[in-house]
């Protein structure tokens, strides 16, 4: 994740269990994508936030959505819960 990604955690006091699967959602879709630039990286790190403070903390769930975010299969809204959300 990229170190502003980090610091918006931080200011929204994620704990260490949810960073962990923001941060393997972040790995997994930036596999998919094949996100080597640090644009790209930090589109998808800001999806990953967008959603987790929504409520989805799943990262197969959250890797998924930003995908479809980033390849236009998919606008959802980043700031609503997802299915797979889990209660704060």
Known sequence: MTKQARAELRAGAIGPEDLA?????????CEQLGALDEVTKLRIAHGIVAYA???????????SLVVRMMTGEDEPNPGAPQSGARPR
Do not use: F, H, Q, V
């Open 21 to 29: 699967a923001m941060t393997a959602a972040y790995e997994k879709a």
């Open 53 to 63: 403070r929504g409520g989805t903390l799943d990262p197969e769930i959250l890797a």
